[in-house]
């Protein structure tokens, strides 16, 4: 296969339905564990815990939501360092929170 043969439109598709996948398991994680730290009864550390997940994970939503609108052109731009940075810094504070939730 050469490269006049290859579709340009394939990557990106599959990079924007990575992205997608991986904001809606980030949701869902999130909603669980609002449904854990209620359900267990709401200790002030969970309750925190869940409070700071919050912006982390809308942090994470932002920059999910940039890279698929940008993903929609043939040859999409790189991920920029600062949004990578800020997808790698959100997902490291909620597996934080995560794992505070737990103790």
Same mark, same amino acid.
């Given at each position: ?16 339905l990575a ?12 909603? *669980? ?20 997940s919050a ?13 698929? *609108? ?24 909620l597996a ?8």
């Amino acid at each position: 296969m050469t490269a006049a043969d290859r579709d340009p439109g394939l990557q990106p598709e599959r990079t924007r339905l990575a992205w997608r996948r991986t904001t809606l398991s980030a949701t869902v994680v999130a909603l *669980l564990a609002v449904r854990q730290a209620l359900h267990n009864g709401a200790t002030p550390a969970a309750l925190i815990a869940v409070a700071l997940s919050a912006p982390a994970w809308l942090g994470f939503l932002l920059v999910a939501h940039r890279r698929i *609108l940008r993903m929609g052109v043939a040859r999409p731009e790189p991920l920029a360092p600062r949004g990578a940075l800020t997808a790698t810094l959100c997902t490291v504070a909620l597996a934080v929170f995560a794992a505070a939730m737990l103790f």
